[in-house]
T-cell receptor, first 115, second 112 residues
């Protein structure tokens, strides 16, 4: 697609429910990143996919968080048993090759509110 | 010490002035440096990148890199109210894998 597409744009969920967030990267971008941004805070790295290599999961805050990506296409971030502290904007970004050289293109984000 | 540090601001400048935004980083091995602009409620947008020491100009924006001092800056000439946003500095962190580490951002306000 023309840009990074994320869905849903907004999600309100009850504490304890599971949520699934979707990211569709720019076509041809091999690298895909998930970040989290809490209100008034900086960007917190969650997970990184590069082609068919094993993902870098070093930023996932707990085992309630998981993510998958099939090949170089869509990725889903799943949060199980959501907690109020999970409320944030979840940003997906993709990059041509290694994002550390080309920079990222971000999607518009999913605003998650846990009530 | 944070890996990427920025003054949170707000930095207020009058319209038409030069805005100077600064960023320091801790990893001497860092090689790529990026500036993102983030309007309130929006996602970050890449505006500049720089790899080599010195200045890089693009329109009203100039990125400056000094690897010896481990700082990178962004100058915005002829500041406009539409430049009012939070500016995020991002740096690659070779010791931390193939990802960028972001500063918490500096809020810029351009006043009429």
């Amino acid at each position: 697609g023309a840009g990074v597409s994320q869905s849903p744009s907004n999600k309100v969920t009850e504490k304890g429910k599971d949520v699934e967030l979707r990211c569709d990267p720019i076509s041809g971008h091999t690298a895909l990143y998930w970040y989290r941004q809490r209100l008034g805070q900086g960007l917190e790295f969650l997970i990184y996919f590069q082609g068919n290599s094993a993902p870098d999961k070093s930023g996932l805050p707990s085992d309630r968080f998981s993510a998958e990506r099939t090949g170089e296409s869509v990725s889903t971030l799943t949060i199980q048993r959501t907690q109020q502290e999970d409320s944030a904007v979840y940003l997906c970004a993709s990059s041509q090759g290694q994002g550390t050289w080309y920079g990222y293109t971000f999607g518009s984000g999913t605003r998650l509110t846990v009530v | 010490q944070k890996e990427v540090e920025q003054n949170s601001g707000p930095l207020s400048v009058p319209e038409g002035a030069i805005a100077s935004l600064n960023c320091t980083y801790s990893d001497r091995g860092s090689q790529s440096f990026f500036w993102y602009r983030q309007y309130s409620g929006k996602s970050p947008e890449l505006i500049m990148f720089i790899y080599s020491n010195g200045d890089k100009e693009d329109g009203r924006f100039t990125a400056q890199l000094n690897k010896a001092s481990q700082y990178v800056s962004l100058l915005i000439r002829d500041s406009q109210p539409s430049d009012s946003a939070t500016y995020l500095c991002a740096v690659n962190n070779p010791g931390g894998g193939n990802k960028l580490t972001f500063g918490t951002g500096t809020q810029l306000k351009v006043e009429l």
